[in-house]
T-cell receptor, first 112, second 112 residues
Framework: SQTIHQWPATLVQPVGSPLSLECTVE??????LYWYRQAAGRGLQLLFY??????ISSEVPQNLSASRPQDRQFILSSKKLLLSDSGFYLC???????????FGPGTRLTVT | AQSVTQLDSQVPVFEEAPVELRCNYS??????LFWYVQYPNQGLQLLLK??????LVKGINGFEAEFNKSQTSFHLRKPSVHISDTAEYFC??????????FGAGTTVTVRA
């Protein structure tokens, strides 16, 4: 069966510091991968998605970036965090050509 | 572009009572519809999906939803809720472009 991992689970970082969140999927090949952000009391905002290694589509202009160095690895990064980057970050995957997405456990980021 | 409106932000309900969570969507093309559940500080879990066929869809944990094309709705129902159904519920729509658009969510609080 497929599983999706995210780490770290929680993170507290000062403003201006760098960020790296990692997501990996097991048990499938060539998945579509997604990064979402969920702000307190709000729905999910799609940040990036990827249909293959090195292929990244950005949905919202911001100071975040994403990379996919391996087939089942998706990384969310920032060079300098802002207070507004605080939130719950969720990674998801779907099968290539599939519609339903499956979510990881999330990372709670607090920027202080 | 498609969009999703969840008509109730909070729904309090007593244990063993029925519950209905309302979801309306807008799209100029055919859609695929999903309901997800999120327990506190966790990722999203797929409850059910409508891709094609029967408009009445049954999911996990006793939930069901009905797709109504003329009313552009996909309401979620459960005939008898449990304390463990306390969570946030998200309706989502896709038009087969790898992306899901989510509603703002409905918080269900089940009381004894």
């Amino acid at each position: 069966s497929q599983t999706i991992h995210q780490w770290p689970a929680t993170l507290v970082q000062p403003v201006g510091s760098p960020l790296s969140l990692e997501c990996t999927v097991e048990g499938t090949s060539n998945p579509n991968l997604y990064w979402y952000r969920q702000a307190a009391g709000r729905g999910l905002q799609l940040l990036f998605y990827s249909v293959g290694i090195g292929q990244i589509s950005s949905e919202v202009p911001q100071n975040l970036s994403a990379s996919r160095p391996q087939d089942r690895q998706f990384i969310l990064s920032s060079k300098k965090l802002l207070l507004s980057d605080s939130g719950f970050y969720l990674c998801a995957w779907s099968a290539s050509g599939g519609l339903e997405q499956y979510f990881g456990p999330g990372t709670r980021l607090t920027v202080t | 572009a498609q969009s999703v409106t969840q008509l109730d932000s909070q729904v309090p309900v007593f244990e063993e009572a029925p519950v209905e969570l309302r979801c309306n969507y807008s799209s100029s093309v055919s859609v695929y519809l999903f309901w997800y559940v999120q327990y506190p500080n966790q990722g999203l879990q797929l409850l059910l999906k409508y891709l094609s066929g029967s408009t009445l869809v049954k999911g996990i944990n006793g939930f069901e939803a009905e797709f109504n094309k003329s009313q552009t709705s996909f309401h979620l129902r459960k005939p008898s809720v449990h304390i463990s159904d306390t969570a946030e519920y998200f309706c989502a729509v896709s038009v087969n472009d790898y992306k899901l658009s989510f509603g703002a969510g409905t918080t269900v609080t089940v009381r004894a």
